[in-house]
Each structure stands twice: as C-alpha cells, then as structure tokens.
C-alpha cells in the first residue's frame, strides 16, 4: 500500500516522542510522568485496566487534550498549542476510536475526501483518486456511495482507516478499535491494521486484542493508575510480566 508509506522525508529520531508528560483531571492525577518514546516502524500496543490513562494518552498526542506539564514531540516537531500549526500537526497524528465517527451526512467516499481537500488542499479529482485505492485496500470501495449508516460496523471502521490513511500520517493512534464492534467483525478490523503494521505504519494501539498484540505488536506498553508500569516484547510480558499489577492485569484475561 504505497499510499500509506510514510516514511520518506521523516527524521531519524522517534515520530512520537512523550518527555515526562503529566496530566490531572482535577484531584486525579491520570498521567504521571510519561516518557515514551516509538520509532518509525513501531507498533506498539497500549493494555492496561479500564481507567488506567490509555484513552487520555491516545488524546493527549493529538492534543485532543491539554497536559499540565512534559513536552510532546511528533517526528522531531514540538507539539505546538493551538492554531493552524496544531492543525498542521494534527495531521500527521491519524486517530481511529472506538466509535467509528464518520460524517453521517456525508458519503463514503467523501468521508476520505474531505480531510485531503480541506486540509491538504488536494484537488477533488486527485483526493478522489487517492480515496478509491485506500477504500479498495481495506475492501469497501464498492460502498462509496452510500452513507455511513447502510454499512456494517467492520466495515465502518474500515473506512475510518482510510480516512485516517488519506491524510499520510506519520503515525496511526487507535484506540479500541474493535471494542464496539460485533464480535464476527473485529477480525476483519484487525486484519485491516496487520496489514498496515506489516507494510510498516507507525502504530500506537491500544486494545483488549491479546492475539493483535502478540501478532503484530513490537512492544506492549502496559499501564495502570496513569503510569507506565512496564514496557516489554510481547512474548515476553505475556510470558513473564514483572509487577504485581501486570500479573493480575493477565490473570483475569480469558
Ligand atoms: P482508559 O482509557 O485506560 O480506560 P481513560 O484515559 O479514559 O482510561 O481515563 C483515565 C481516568 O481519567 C479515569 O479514571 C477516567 O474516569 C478519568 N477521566 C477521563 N476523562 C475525564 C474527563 N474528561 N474528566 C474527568 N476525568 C476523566
Ligand atoms: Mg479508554
């Protein structure tokens, strides 16, 4: 998927780059000095228990939220405030929730188109050219024209993909991708973001797929009370986990 090879004209250093980041929503603290640091290439899967931070961290590298102190940096770049550098930056950040967020006014095919036409300033014909080899890619582009609603939730957060694709990012954030979906199309999601790692996509993932992570994953994160508790190769954290928090985090997966 040429498309979504980002790696020309990066810098060498980390694209995502998190320097003792930290975060309070009034008395909780929910991320405590957070240093994390993922090459180009990465994947790196985020677990951790329900309110650990994942979703706050996920957000805070778009600066869907602010942080109280730390620097973030995406591909050498500090993340900057506000503006039409935010915007900029923003860009290269593509985000895919839980819940699939697509323009429910707006056709398939626009829903790729507009990110590229509004803030690239791409040509319609091009933009349009450009969607159709990413909706081919993660298999819906029969659907282009019908909106949103008419199609299945795989096959919305399938075009949730390429709408974040469309934009070149230089990292792809999720965040559960698959947790609102019905269970026979999580894989079909999941083998949509294989793919991506495999074609070597930047990814910073966070989910409850253990066999993703295990596949895919080039590191597990793992976080609990808004820190990061240990860091590790997947074989070797689902294997040998050292802390006590991650142990229990495992022992209650089925
Ligand atoms: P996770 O994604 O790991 O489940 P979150 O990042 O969503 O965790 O949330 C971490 C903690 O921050 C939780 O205790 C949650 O209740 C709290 N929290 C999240 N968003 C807000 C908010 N907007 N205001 C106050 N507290 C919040
Ligand atoms: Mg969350």
Redesign the pocket.
């Known amino acids: 998927m040429k498309e979504t090879q980002t790696n020309e004209g990066g810098s060498a250093g980390p694209v995502v780059r998190m320097n003792k980041v930290n975060k309070h ?2 008395s ?1 603290h ?1 991320l405590q000095d957070i240093e994390l640091e993922v090459a180009r290439g990465e994947v790196v899967v985020v677990l ?1 228990p ?8 996920c957000r805070a590298i778009n600066r869907l939220e602010t942080i109280d102190d730390g620097d973030i940096y995406i591909d050498g770049a500090l993340l900057p405030e506000e503006g039409k550098p935010l915007a900029q930056l923003r860009a290269d950040v593509g985000m895919v929730f839980q819940s699939f967020n697509l323009f429910a006014h707006k056709s398939i095919l626009e829903n790729v188109t507009l990110g590229p036409i509004k803030v690239k300033g791409m040509k319609k014909a091009a933009a349009e050219e450009l969607a159709m080899k990413l909706l081919t890619r993660v298999g819906v582009a029969n659907q282009k024209d019908k909106l949103p609603a008419q199609l299945s939730g795989g096959q919305q957060q399938r075009v949730a993909i390429a709408r974040a694709l469309a934009m070149k990012p230089k990292v792809m954030l999720f965040d559960e991708p698959t947790s609102a979906l019905d269970p026979e199309m999580i894989q079909e999601v999941l083998d949509t973001m294989v793919e991506l790692a495999q074609e070597g996509m930047t990814m910073i993932v ?1 989910t409850h797929e253990m066999g993703f992570a295990r596949k895919a994953a080039h590191r597990v994160v793992f ?1 609990a009370d808004g820190q990061i508790v240990e860091q590790a190769k997947p074989e070797e954290f689902f294997t040998n986990p050292q802390s006590d928090r991650a142990k229990d985090f495992l022992g209650k997966l089925i």
């Open positions: 929503y009034g909780l929910v951790g329900s309110g650990s931070g994942k979703s706050t961290l966070v976080m």
